[in-house]
């Protein structure tokens, strides 16, 4: 029930090209869904989140699609740039954090020139 | 860059020793979160401290304990190492009551266990 599933495992992408990273999770009583970019060699950095009050959220060129009935949500990356090769993670919370912030496995993207 | 800084960056000790890994918060943050990032994995909650007393803990034995100080640093201690120990540990800092939104990650420390 804790437990946070991602996919794919790595994402190969164009410069250019639209970069799709799927979640799902169990727990109903998840409140909170931010997705963190982690470069080599440096801790996790929020880069947006999402309320299930909403079904979507934009910020420049990342989007979060939220889908509460089927307990999906997923990050949309439009125009993908090198500069955004990293490993994405996923996570949920009840409350923001504490022992209920459970991460997704990660997803390896690179993005080709 | 975040504020919230880790020492040592890399450390190599040997099975069943004792090792120390410290934090110093973001300015401003009272409390402070740390993970074990296995390679390849997302980071997994160990505890969470806040006005220097544990304020929640994941799935981890004993062995794994901390400590929080008066000006908000931290450190991890992690008795009788075990080869699995082997990992990136984050601490992140945040503002009680902000949550998530406020959590920012240190670099990590790597931790090779021989």
């Known amino acids: 029930q804790q437990q946070v599933k991602q996919s794919p495992q790595s994402l190969i992408v164009q410069k250019g090209g639209i970069s799709i990273i799927n979640c799902a999770y169990e727990?109903?009583?998840?409140?909170?869904f931010p997705w963190y970019q982690q470069f080599p060699g440096k801790g996790p950095a929020l880069l947006i989140a999402?309320?299930?009050?909403?079904s979507e959220k934009k910020e420049g060129r990342f989007t979060i699609s939220f889908n509460k009935s089927a307990k999906q949500f997923s990050l949309h990356i439009m125009d993908s740039q090198p500069g955004d090769s990293a490993t994405y993670f996923c996570?949920?919370?009840?409350?923001?954090?504490?022992?209920?912030?459970?991460f997704g496995p990660g997803t390896r993207l690179s993005v080709l020139p | 860059e975040t504020g919230v800084t880790q020492s040592p960056t890399h450390l190599i000790k040997t099975r069943g020793q004792q090792v120390t890994l410290r934090c110093s918060s973001q300015?401003?943050?009272?409390?402070v979160s740390w993970y074990q990032q296995a390679l390849g994995q997302g980071p997994q909650f160990i505890f969470q401290?806040?006005?220097?007393?544990?304020?929640g803990r994941g799935n981890f034995p004993p062995r794994f304990s901390g400590l929080q100080f008066p000006n908000y640093s931290s450190e991890l201690n992690v008795n009788a190492l075990e080869l699995d120990d082997s990992a990136l540990y984050l601490c992140?800092?945040?503002?009680?009551?902000?949550?998530?939104?406020?959590?920012?990650f240190g670099p990590g420390t790597r931790l090779l266990v021989l």
């Open positions: 992140a800092s945040s503002l009680e009551g902000q949550g998530a939104e406020t959590q920012y």
């Open positions: 727990n109903t009583a998840f409140d909170y």
């Open positions: 999402i309320r299930p009050d909403v």
């Open positions: 996570a949920a919370t009840i409350g923001g954090y504490g022992q209920n912030f459970v």
């Open positions: 300015s401003g943050h009272n409390t």
């Open positions: 401290y806040y006005r220097e007393e544990e304020n």
